[in-house]
């Protein structure tokens, strides 16, 4: 059984950085694209960045493009997403996603509906 468990939770100001992990168990990582996905209250999750299951391809959105950096180190499990220069509308519920059925080379969907498995998420918060 698939299980994600984010950690990194953190209140930073404005300009700010924090780093989320997302620790992985109960099936072969690297057999998987990874990726971050956002909600904030009374929003809709959506995605943030993604990875390949290598690692050497990965998706930003437009809006935290140049600002945060995903990566994943497949001998730990895990995969991180480094944020910079936070701001207050980074603030959200972040989730750590997974899933199989992508290609090897792709680097996943910006869908949530498209992602299989999901870590119960960790609470970010840019303050002004």
């Known amino acids: 059984q698939v299980q994600l468990v984010e950690s990194g939770e953190g209140l930073v100001q404005a300009g700010g950085s924090l780093r989320l992990s997302c620790a992985s168990s109960?099936?072969?990582?690297?057999?998987?694209?990874m990726g971050w996905f956002r909600q904030a209250p009374g929003k809709e999750r959506e995605f943030v960045s993604a990875?390949?299951?290598?690692?050497?391809?990965?998706n930003y959105a437009d809006s935290v493009k140049g600002r945060f950096t995903i990566s994943r180190d497949n001998a730990k499990n895990t995969v991180y997403l480094q944020m910079e220069n936070l701001k207050p509308e980074d603030t959200a519920v972040y989730y750590c996603?997974?899933?199989?059925?992508?290609?090897?080379?792709?680097?996943?969907?910006?869908?949530?509906?498209?992602?299989?498995?999901w870590g119960k998420g960790t609470q970010v918060t840019g303050s002004s």
């Open positions: 996603a997974a899933d199989i059925s992508f290609s090897p080379w792709a680097v996943g969907s910006v869908f949530p509906y498209e992602w299989d498995y």
């Open positions: 990875i390949s299951r290598s690692g050497d391809r990965t």
């Open positions: 109960g099936h072969t990582f690297d057999g998987y694209t």
